[in-house]
């Protein structure tokens, strides 16, 4: 266990529908990633924030998508509209500012039928 | 072509063998990375390297600076080392985000 945890861990949805994921990251860390792995890939990034600042977002990030991180704890990832194509295993982790070193949480599993 | 190359994609070794992953990097970075990831999605981080070698237990992490290249070796491996191992990059000036390879596969044999 790394202190990161997400949920679900698993979702399967209809095309169409919205979705939300939740991330609880180590609680003194500041800084809060998504990525998204496909199957048979390494994990791209997706977004980061910085306490409740969303610093960066990934031009895979597509307007469907939406994350906030509001009082700079948990952070949620929304998915509207989802398509056969967002299947996916989307991973949170979080870190120190200062650390590179990120914690990673086991990950939601994504089917969009 | 991607930012971080690894090699091989896929190893297949029988148990006490010596395993080398490598990887190479295309873009200035803070630090390397090598992750571990089970079955189930769970990654782990193993080493953060800027420079020289580092050793836990039967693995060893080394990275070359200039030849931007690094290498993953698990010494007398184990079934229970059977797993996907990524390479991944980070900078300071990018928000330390990761860039990751796409994976090494490991299966070791009994």
């Known amino acids: 266990d790394t202190g990161v945890s997400q949920d679900p861990r698993h979702k399967i949805t209809k095309r169409g529908q919205n979705v939300t994921f939740r991330c609880d990251p180590i609680?003194?860390?500041?800084?809060l990633y998504w990525y998204r792995q496909t199957l048979g890939q390494g994990p791209e990034f997706l977004t980061y924030?910085?306490?409740?600042?969303?610093?960066?977002k990934s031009r895979l990030l597509s307007d469907r998508f939406s994350a906030e991180r509001p009082k700079g704890s948990f952070s949620t990832l929304e998915i509207q509209r989802t398509e056969q194509g967002d299947s996916a295993m989307y991973l949170c982790a979080s870190s120190l500012v200062r650390a590179e070193k990120l914690f990673f949480g086991s990950g939601t599993q994504l089917s969009v039928l | 072509k991607n930012e971080v190359e690894q090699s091989p994609q896929n190893l297949t070794a029988q148990e006490g063998e010596f395993i080398t992953i490598n990887c190479s990097y295309s873009v200035g970075i803070s630090a390397l990375h090598w992750l571990q990831q089970h079955p189930g999605g769970g990654i782990v981080s193993l080493f953060m390297l800027s420079s020289g070698k580092k050793k836990h237990g039967r693995l060893i992490a080394t990275i070359n600076i200039q030849e931007k290249h690094s290498s993953l070796h698990i010494t007398a491996s184990h079934p229970r080392d059977s797993a996907v191992y990524i390479c991944?990059?980070?900078?300071?000036?990018?928000?330390?985000?990761?860039?990751f390879g796409g994976g090494t596969r490991v299966l070791v044999k009994p």
């Open positions: 924030f910085q306490n409740e600042a969303q610093l960066e």
């Open positions: 609680s003194e860390h500041n800084r």
């Open positions: 991944a990059v980070s900078s300071r000036a990018a928000g330390n985000k990761l860039t």
